[in-house]
């Protein structure tokens, strides 16, 4: 659990680290493929770099061969009492989480089948290497992948028409709904974060500035202009598609006739500059050394004799029926690391009997509530390997 929650603070702080780059540096460049480039890349950094953990060589070489605390052993038995309860923040917290996942996943699907709906029950004709869907309604005119839809109730001339479709067109070819189809994907996921929707009106602005610049020639701009001005500034509903007319048709026309420039080579330094630090920071603060040798030792409730420890393990550790059945006895070794935070991670056992014992006490070790306080070495905390010596044993337990 403790690791899933710190990938989700991983990827949330790196979608607003980049979201605040990109609103401070690049939010007024002209140069709209970079933007959106930029874009996707934050994401895509967002997303993966908290799967993996950097660390020094010399780190990597020290802890193959570091010596862990030993606990002492406890002792389980067919009679040992029934488990606890789950915990129930954590139950209610999954709970809630994957209810919004499941939510927002439906609303996905329901606005995808609107759009298929259209595509199926619609007129169409080959235009090119596209299809131009005529729709009975006055819906207004939107693209999604190879598909243009364009209403019959509007009235627009031919060249008017040719020149909306050439603006699809650009982009159904620069691929544009893959963005919209990921940012939406990605903001099912994480349903919580409110800055997922600022990447998504993001994307929106650079789609529609890039297929403006493409699709229009020099000579075109006023008259293309005030073709936007003409259409109807209404939303269709289809929240996955690209929208010709939307209510960005006043900055549409203002960065028309922006003035193209290059970006500064200062900004481009900057932004590859906070990408790399993103990646170490993250990457790096998620791994430490792991200390053999600590001032003070962990504890884990309110003394350090693990009283606490030994009864949450006695009251939720079950003999396992196959290592009962076939008479198993013997020790299991679990090894895990208290973090500064006082939670586990690197929970395993290294040593183990089979038959489901070992399985066994992993999960039991991962479902320990966070009641650990985390060692101290030279006065700062520190992570702290343990390992916890397990007795399966089908006599009568000691006490």
């Known amino acids: 659990m403790n690791t899933v929650i710190n990938y989700l603070v991983g990827v949330n702080l790196g979608i607003c680290f980049f979201l605040l780059i990109y609103k401070t540096l690049l939010t007024n460049e002209t140069d709209h493929r970079f933007n959106r480039v930029f874009l996707l890349l934050a994401l895509i950094i967002s997303v993966t770099v908290p799967f993996f953990h950097f660390q020094n060589p010399p780190l990597l070489a020290i802890n193959r061969d570091l010596q862990s605390y030993l606990l002492p052993e406890i002792q389980i038995s067919p009679l040992s009492g029934p488990p606890s309860q789950i915990d129930s923040f ?64 509007v009235c627009l001339t031919e060249r008017e028409k040719e020149q909306i479709i050439r603006h699809e067109q650009v982009h159904i070819h620069n691929y544009h709904s893959f963005d919209i189809l990921f940012v939406n994907l990605l903001g099912i996921l994480l349903w919580f974060n409110p800055f997922l929707k600022e990447y998504r009106k993001s994307f929106i602005q650079l789609h529609e500035f890039e297929a403006d610049a493409r699709s229009v020639n020099d000579d075109e701009v006023d008259s293309y202009c005030s073709l936007l001005a003409k259409a109807a500034l209404q939303s269709s509903g289809y929240q996955l598609a690209n929208h010709f007319t939307n209510s960005l048709t006043l900055k549409r026309i203002e960065m028309m006739k922006t003035i193209k420039t290059k970006i500064s080579r200062w900004k481009i330094g900057s932004v590859a500059f ?66 500064k935070d006082g939670s586990l991670s690197d929970v395993k056992a290294v040593k183990g009997i089979g038959h489901g014992c070992d399985e066994e006490v992993v999960r039991v070790v991962k479902s320990l509530p966070a009641k650990w306080n985390p060692g101290e070495k030279n006065g700062k905390m520190v992570r702290t390997k343990f390992t916890l010596p397990i007795l399966f044993q089908l006599s009568d337990p000691k006490k």
């Open 90 to 153: 954590w139950f209610w917290s999954c709970s809630i989480y994957l209810v919004g996942v499941a939510t927002f996943f439906i609303v996905f699907l329901i606005r995808l089948l609107k759009i298929m709906e259209s595509v199926y029950t619609s007129s169409r004709r080959k235009y090119g290497s596209v299809w131009v869907i005529e729709l009975n309604d006055d819906r207004e005119v939107f693209s999604f992948f190879k598909f243009i839809f364009i209403s019959k109730s």
């Open 274 to 339: 906070a990408g790399l630090a993103f990646c170490l920071v993250v990457g790096c603060a998620s791994k430490d050394e792991v200390f053999d040798q600590v001032d003070q030792l962990p504890t884990f409730g309110k003394d350090d004799q693990y009283v606490e420890l030994y009864e949450f393990i006695g009251k939720n550790l079950r003999y396992p029926p196959e290592a009962r059945n076939s008479k198993i006895e013997g020790k299991v070794f679990a090894e895990f690391v208290v973090e």
